[in-house]
């Protein structure tokens, strides 16, 4: 149990299709993110929620679009997205404070295996 | 933009020897560094951080070593075990980071041969 628990695991979805992946952190974390993993590449940040401000990766393209409701949940919603956009969704967590770099290490979720049809 | 890199891409190791992992980073304001284990199918594991005010630190069965001169940090992993078998990644930060953005590297694969 890693503290920060994504569902679901996979998804198959299709191009015209709208589904969402979830997250919630129980470690009482003030900021989640949403990172990308793609074969051989490094983890991509995509977006983050950090003491009710979120910041966004700008080469992100907009048929991502995150909501982050309160500090324990954070959603990422998913419409008309394309074939390279097949990879692992991480969630991760961490306690960052006011006004400087990171606090503490991010804590991730086991993430969710999208493939997109 | 930030440049985190590992030297190898794979490195195989025999049961009970130890293991040394390498990685470079460009950002002389990073201060910051994480290690990251990541077994397959799961999300990356926490193992070791070390702030740039350090130039080693110690774990149970892991030390991380710092560099700032040439920017390079490393691994170690004493007497290592098949369970030890995981990609491993480093991340950086620096204060200047957005939000406290961490650059990550592409990751080692580590395989370990009883």
């Given at each position: 149990?890693?503290g920060?628990?994504?569902t679901?695991?996979h998804?198959v979805?299709?191009?015209?299709?709208?589904k969402?992946?979830?997250?919630?952190?129980?470690?009482?974390?003030?900021?989640?993110?949403?990172?990308k993993?793609?074969a051989k590449?490094p983890?991509?940040?995509?977006?983050?929620?950090?003491?009710e401000e979120?910041v966004e990766n700008n080469?992100?393209?907009?048929?991502?679009?995150?909501?982050?409701p309160?500090s324990s949940?954070?959603?990422?919603?998913?419409?008309?997205?394309?074939p390279?956009?097949?990879?692992?969704?991480?969630?991760?967590?961490?306690?960052?404070p006011?006004?400087?770099?990171l606090g503490?290490?991010?804590h991730?979720?086991?993430?969710?295996?999208?493939?997109v049809t | 933009?930030?440049?985190?890199?590992?030297?190898?891409?794979?490195?195989s190791?025999?049961?009970g020897?130890?293991s040394?992992?390498?990685?470079?980073?460009?950002?002389?304001?990073?201060?910051?560094?994480i290690?990251?284990?990541?077994?397959?199918g799961?999300?990356?594991?926490f193992?070791i951080?070390?702030?740039?005010?350090?130039?080693k630190?110690?774990g149970?069965?892991?030390?991380?070593?710092?560099?700032k001169?040439v920017?390079?940090?490393?691994?170690?992993?004493?007497?290592?075990?098949?369970?030890?078998s995981?990609?491993?990644?480093?991340?950086?930060?620096?204060?200047?980071s957005?939000?406290?953005?961490?650059?990550?590297g592409?990751?080692?694969?580590?395989?370990?041969?009883?």
């Amino acid at each position: 149990e890693t503290g920060v628990t994504q569902t679901p695991r996979h998804l198959v979805m299709g191009m015209t299709n709208k589904k969402s992946l979830k997250c919630e952190q129980h470690l009482g974390h003030n900021a989640m993110y949403w990172y990308k993993q793609s074969a051989k590449k490094p983890l991509e940040l995509m977006f983050v929620y950090s003491l009710e401000e979120r910041v966004e990766n700008n080469s992100v393209p907009s048929r991502f679009s995150p909501e982050c409701p309160n500090s324990s949940h954070l959603f990422l919603h998913l419409h008309t997205l394309q074939p390279e956009d097949s990879a692992l969704y991480l969630c991760a967590s961490s306690q960052t404070p006011r006004g400087s770099g990171l606090g503490s290490p991010l804590h991730f979720g086991n993430g969710t295996r999208l493939t997109v049809t | 933009g930030e440049s985190v890199g590992l030297h190898l891409p794979t490195l195989s190791v025999q049961e009970g020897d130890n293991s040394i992992i390498n990685c470079a980073y460009s950002n002389s304001a990073s201060d910051y560094f994480i290690w990251y284990k990541q077994e397959s199918g799961k999300g990356p594991q926490f193992i070791i951080d070390i702030r740039s005010n350090m130039d080693k630190r110690q774990g149970q069965r892991v030390t991380v070593l710092l560099n700032k001169t040439v920017k390079h940090l490393s691994l170690q992993i004493a007497a290592t075990q098949p369970g030890d078998s995981a990609v491993y990644f480093c991340a950086e930060n620096n204060r200047g980071s957005t939000l406290g953005r961490l650059y990550f590297g592409r990751g080692t694969q580590l395989t370990v041969w009883p």
